[in-house]
Every structure is written in structure tokens, then in C-alpha cells.
């Protein structure tokens, strides 16, 4: 039996580390956004799979017997594509999908259910914190008028695609204090966070209900039916059980 965990979050991180106590064969993919990632004590391939027909074909040459999808909550189409082909092919499939973030007293959140939507509701001269990624940042391009940060690991290596924008480099986790005194020194109005959910990432909420700060929360995508768990602790029973 070979396992393909698809990486790529702190869940993927930490499941990779828990594999390795339970001693099967365990191939990590990791989709190469990260230029510099975390060392992991698996083996690693880094890349996309070339759409399906090469994921199809890769399953084959690998000899991989089952999959753990830890990928981002936000990565609907490669989970839509890993759990359809699995299910053709008969291949155990499960999905790790931390619980979303929910408001709670004090908060200020706005849902939106796309990142075009952010327009709507920042008034021109805001400053605006994007932790959304790199990815999507094209899709902000309304905010034309407004101070636009985002915050990625990597330092750029192409220009901001539109006017008023500004690259911020920072890796994770980042404390609650930090937090608050980047959001006050920037003078930050709006922060824009896809609903990722999860503990690490939850200071920068924390950080602007502390601070008053309005929060546009994007909306996940809808997930395909398949068998999925919340916790990396259910997902090593899992992988036990097989």
C-alpha cells in the first residue's frame, strides 16, 4: 500500500509527521506555491499533476492505493477532481476539512461569496489587508483608489497587477499582539480572509475584533460528496483502518 497526502496547509504538516509513526509507504505532494516550504520527514514531489489525465496517470506509475486530501479549503477544484477519480478508480479517498470560522461577539464580519465583492463594500482611500494569497489578488482589481496590502511568503516576482498595491512578506503563525500592531501601524480599514478556518490563523480575527477592524469573509466554495473528517487526529484513525 503507497498513500498520497496532498499537502500544502499546516494540517498537511502535521499529518505528514504523524504518518510517519504509523510506518506506511507515504508519497507527499506539495503544489509548489511556496518557492521555500517547511522540510517534511517524507518523501516529496512538488508540482501540479498536469490536470486530470496526468493525476490519472501518476496514481498508476506511483502505485498509490489511497489518498489523504489535505489541501486548502479553497482548492475545490483539485478536491473535486482527487475525490472523482478516486471514486472511478476505486481508491480509499478522504478529505481533511477543518471546521470554518463562525462570528462571535464583537466581530464585524461581512460574508461575501466572491473576491470581486470586496468592491462594494470599501469605500475609495480605505486601506485594505488582503490575507487571501497571492493567487486571487487579480480578482481585487476594483479596489482601484484604495492602499491594497497582501501578505504572501515569498517576496514578489512580478509587479502588483494594479495601481495602489503593496506586497508584504511574512511567514506564519503570527501572534495575536503582532497582529494588532501591524493592523495599527499600517492604519489598516478593511481585512479581507478567505474562511479557511483552523486555530493558526485565527489571531489575525482575533487582532481585528480587538481593534474594532471590519472583516470581509469570503465564503467556501461547495465541497463534492466524499468522505471527509475535521481533525488530523480522525484522519491517522483513518489511515490506520486501512
Not at 146 to 159: G, N
Not at 168 to 197: H, T
Not at 211 to 216: E, K, R, S, W, Y
Not at 217 to 225: A, G, L, S, T
Amino acid at each position: 500500500m503507497t498513500l498520497l497526502l496532498l499537502a500544502g496547509t499546516g494540517d498537511g504538516r502535521r499529518l505528514a509527521w504523524g504518518l510517519v509513526d504509523i510506518g506506511l509507504p507515504v508519497v507527499v505532494s506539495l503544489a509548489g506555491v511556496t518557492r521555500m516550504p517547511e522540510p517534511l520527514p517524507l518523501p516529496s514531489r512538488v508540482g501540479g499533476f498536469g490536470g486530470e489525465a496526468g493525476f490519472v496517470d501518476y496514481l498508476e506509475q506511483a502505485g498509490i492505493t489511497a489518498v489523504l486530501d489535505a489541501t486548502h479549503p479553497f482548492a475545490a477544484r483539485i478536491t473535486d477532481r482527487t475525490a472523482r477519480v478516486c471514486a472511478a478508480r476505486g481508491l480509499p479517498y478522504l478529505q481533511i476539512l477543518r471546521p470554518e470560522w463562525v462570528p462571535e461577539p464583537g466581530d464585524n464580519w461581512t460574508m461575501i461569496g466572491a473576491e470581486e465583492e470586496a468592491a462594494r463594500h470599501v469605500r475609495i482611500g480605505s486601506t485594505v489587508f488582503l490575507a487571501t494569497g497571492r493567487q486571487t489578488l487579480d480578482r481585487f482589481a476594483g479596489l482601484l483608489g484604495c492602499r491594497v496590502i497582501v501578505r504572501q511568503i515569498d517576496p514578489p516576482t512580478a509587479p502588483f497587477p494594479f495601481e495602489g498595491g503593496e506586497f508584504l512578506i511574512g511567514r506564519p503563525p503570527f501572534s495575536v499582539e503582532r497582529e494588532e500592531g501591524l493592523f495599527a501601524q499600517l492604519g489598516v480599514d478593511w481585512i479581507v480572509v478567505k474562511n479557511a478556518g483552523g486555530e493558526e490563523s485565527r489571531s489575525k480575527l482575533i487582532a481585528a475584533r480587538n481593534l474594532g477592524i471590519p472583516v470581509l469573509m469570503i465564503r467556501r466554495p461547495p465541497m463534492p460528496e466524499a468522505p471527509r473528517v475535521q481533525t488530523v487526529a480522525q484522519a491517522l484513525d483513518w489511515v490506520r483502518r486501512l
